[in-house]
């Protein structure tokens, strides 16, 4: 059984570009959420995708967008990228939209510059 | 008030000791109830589901308090690898929100 793959593990890229992290969520799982997570602060719950649609978000704004695909794998794209946005950005994997719990990948750091 | 409050510690305690560290929350409609542990650098990890009745894991036992919105952690026999950050998690399943609180650092010292 293979767990929580992110992709990459570390980005850095300039303010206002566009970027997109990737997750395979572990197998058998049908529900992937997504967090942002600054230094010293818990994840923060950027959205959820539950068979291919999104079912819950957090307060980020729409320049946040994601999908999930049939293979419940799932993509995190950030627009115009601002600074604020650098972070530890991860991704966890559930069963029916986490009624037991989430497992996580180990992230990717973005750094914007 | 915030969604998920925990006290950020840090909480120094000697190996063997037992622990507690409480987690309050502010809506009343959160319906399910997690303590994640996480280590420096590396990402959450479930450590157990918090039930109505209390559930117990080993030396981990956690509790659950409608009435007064608030989860706790007991750890009991403190082993220096139990250092780590210990966050709160609750779920809106009406919104489908996932609400982690900052988290609470524990050192176990030797």
């Known amino acids: 059984e293979t767990g929580v793959t992110q992709s990459p593990t570390h980005l850095i890229k300039t303010r206002g570009q566009q970027v997109t992290l990737r997750c395979s969520s572990q197998?058998?799982?049908?529900?992937v959420s997504w967090y942002q997570q600054a230094l010293g602060q818990g994840p923060q719950f950027i959205f959820q995708?539950?068979?291919?649609?999104?079912?819950g978000r957090g307060n980020f704004p729409p320049r946040f967008s994601g999908l999930q695909f049939p293979n419940y794998s799932s993509e995190l794209n950030v627009n115009a990228l601002e600074l604020d946005d650098s972070a530890l950005y991860l991704c966890?994997?559930?069963?029916?939209?986490?009624?037991?719990?989430?497992?996580f990948g180990s992230g990717t750091r973005l750094t914007v510059v | 008030r915030k969604e998920v409050e925990q006290d950020p510690g840090p909480f120094n305690v000697p190996e063997g000791a037992t622990v507690a560290f409480n987690c309050t929350y502010s809506?009343?409609?959160?319906?399910?109830f997690f303590w994640y542990r996480q280590d420096c650098r590396k990402e959450p990890k479930l450590l157990m589901s918090?039930?109505?009745s209390g559930n117990e894991d080993g030396r981990f036992t956690a509790q659950l308090n409608r009435a007064s919105q608030y989860i706790s952690l007991l750890i009991r026999d403190s082993k220096l690898s139990d250092s780590a950050t210990y966050l709160c998690?609750?779920?809106?399943?009406?919104?489908?929100?996932?609400?982690f609180g900052k988290g609470t650092r524990l050192h176990i010292l030797p």
């Open positions: 809506n009343s409609a959160s319906q399910s």
């Open positions: 918090v039930y109505s």
């Open positions: 966890a994997s559930s069963l029916a939209r986490g009624v037991d719990g989430y497992t």
């Open positions: 998690v609750v779920t809106l399943n009406r919104d489908d929100k996932i609400i």
């Open positions: 995708y539950y068979r291919e649609e999104e079912n």
């Open positions: 197998s058998g799982h049908n529900t």
